[in-house]
């Protein structure tokens, strides 16, 4: 409802991810516009982005692994917005969030919180 167009990239098997979508009603929220790969990464990422020709400088990646969401968005020119998970994996545990200075690499404490740090990044000029 905010104006936002939102796609999908996951890591794991497609099947199994598609049921997870299924299951919480939330497919038709993406449309075609669901990407899932083996493995997370910036390659990955690079791909995804590539495939769906956005303007990067109007692109947010929302996660909660720096390791496969923050860093490979930022690595990638878009900006990222971090969600704490509520328990951590071992992948992601040994992984510090990211030290990189960016106006387009935020914090919030909850994923509802999203749209709201969005649009104060678009009354500061960072978001169109």
């Known amino acids: 409802d905010a104006g936002y167009c939102l796609s999908l990239h996951t890591g794991g098997d497609r099947a199994v991810q598609l049921r ?11 449309g ?3 990407y899932v790969h083996q493995h ?3 390659d990955a990422l690079e791909r995804v982005l590539t495939t769906i020709g956005v303007d990067r400088s109007d692109t947010w990646m929302v996660g909660n692994s ?7 968005a930022l690595e990638c020119g878009i900006g990222a917005i971090y969600v704490p998970p509520l328990t951590t ?10 030290h990189i200075p960016s106006d387009r690499w935020l914090c919030v404490p909850r994923l509802r919180d999203v ?5 104060e990044q678009r009354q500061l000029g960072g978001v169109r």
């Not at 720096?66 to 490979?72: E, H, L, N, Q």
């Not at 071992?90 to 969030?97: C, G, K, T």
């Not at 749209?115 to 649009?119: F, H, P, Q, W, Y």
Request: net charge positive; aromatic share 8%; glycine share 8%.
């Open 40 to 42: 997370k990464n910036t």
């Open 20 to 30: 997870k979508l299924d299951r919480h009603g939330l497919r038709d929220i993406f």
């Open 66 to 72: 720096t390791r496969s969401d923050i860093v490979p």
């Open 32 to 34: 075609g516009r669901i």
């Open 115 to 119: 749209v709201g740090a969005l649009a």
């Open 89 to 98: 994996w071992a992948y992601d545990a040994m992984h510090e969030p990211p």
